[in-house]
């Protein structure tokens, strides 16, 4: 057994040898490489440190102390202090871009109907929001529109001074949807495709979405006019699928992954929704069949972001506007949603990683999230 090395052989030079082999557990690289590490210091035998990181999930930032606590301990370190710089890496914005302050746009979309998209696309927002980032929601399903029953919000949004319209809020979420623009809402909206364009150009330059780390689009069912107006109106960091396990679901959401590599819009992860249902006894049922998600996930070559359980409280949640993750955050399907949301922020952070070459820990814009850890 080797012994650990006395304080008197602790420098920085050992330190800086000891780090060099911990990898980043998104981008699979040494972390003082891509320069992830900064500000290494060694003081009486304590190892400081600067952490670059480009997700808030949880698990990631325990790894990386983790792993960088131990390296440094091997050292000769007897006490470690990092600081955690969370910087959210940014999409390319070009100069016509109609959310230019929104560092992500993620589209959910299913080309099916019935499998629970609206319900995952708020679960989702609000789960990207406990996480610690700013989010908003755009509900883009202008003929069905979910977002305000879902998120328990009514009336009619303000215009600003410069003539945006100022999105409602709730949980800290920015929201818009059609929903807030009609005065019944069991009011239909009955528009030809041009109309139907109009609005959501409207609905991204027109309001007032500021900066948001993660922008959400809840896409409504099909291959049609929203998905292609989204592709040609500005830059997408991504598409969401949403599906449930059995097969009559799984033909049109193969359509849709078609679609999107058709559009150039990367498939950053399938969500299988209702995968199975805990009985009172504890017995798991699958009541739709079970490896769809797997299936979609392996046609798009895009990860399982994770499987969400058939539980009643969500959609009784949903009904009163109050979502799980919200609501009953400790349940199964709020769990559930908030492993996904970090698996979906580790997924983009590594699409930014390998956008911009692969050698350099991607940094975001504007600021940075702190934490000291020791």
């Known amino acids: 057994m080797t012994d650990t090395p006395s304080t008197t052989e602790f420098s920085l030079a050992t330190l800086t040898t000891a780090l060099a082999r911990v990898m980043d557990p998104v981008f699979g690289r040494p972390m003082l490489e891509i320069g992830a590490l900064s500000e290494l210091a060694v003081t009486e035998g304590k190892a400081s440190m600067t952490v670059h990181l480009a997700t808030p999930s949880v698990s990631v930032h325990e790894t990386v102390k983790r ?68 989010v908003g929601i755009l509900d883009a399903d202008i003929y069905g529109p979910s977002i305000p029953t879902m998120m328990g919000v009514s009336g009619q949004p303000l215009t600003s001074e410069d003539k945006k319209i100022v999105p409602l809020e709730r949980f800290g979420v920015k929201m818009m949807s059609i929903g807030f623009l009609l005065e019944d809402d069991k009011q239909a909206v009955v528009w030809r495709g041009p109309m139907l364009h109009s609005a959501l150009q409207q609905f991204l330059r027109d309001v007032q979405w500021g900066d948001l780390d993660y922008l959400v689009l809840d896409l409504p069912p099909g291959t049609g006019d929203v998905a292609l107006t989204m592709a040609q109106k500005l830059k997408v960091t991504g598409v969401v699928m949403v599906t449930t396990p059995q097969e009559v679901a799984l033909q049109d959401v193969y359509k849709s992954v078609s679609m999107c590599s058709k559009l150039s819009m990367p498939i950053l992860g399938v969500i299988e929704n209702m995968s199975y249902f805990v009985d009172s006894v504890g017995v798991r049922h699958e009541l739709f069949g079970k490896g ?83």
Do not use: Y
């Open 67 to 134: 792993d960088l606590e131990q390296a440094a301990r091997s050292a000769g370190a007897r006490e470690v202090s990092m600081r955690l710089d969370v910087q959210v890496p940014s999409r390319e914005v070009m100069g016509d871009d109609p959310v230019p302050g929104v560092r992500n746009v993620v589209l959910v979309m299913s080309g099916k109907g019935g499998v629970g998209k609206s319900t995952t696309a708020v679960n989702l927002t609000l789960a990207l929001k406990r996480l610690g980032l700013r």
């Open 292 to 374: 769809g998600g797997a299936k979609i996930a392996d046609f798009a070559k895009a990860p399982l972001l994770g499987q969400i359980p058939l539980e009643p409280s969500v959609r009784e949640w949903g009904d009163k506007g109050m979502p799980v993750v919200q609501s009953a955050p400790e349940s199964d399907s709020a769990q559930a949603f908030m492993a996904l949301a970090s698996g979906l922020t580790e997924t983009i952070a590594k699409l930014h990683f390998d956008r911009l070459g692969g050698t350099k820990v991607p940094a975001g814009k504007g600021p940075t999230r702190l934490r000291i850890v020791r």
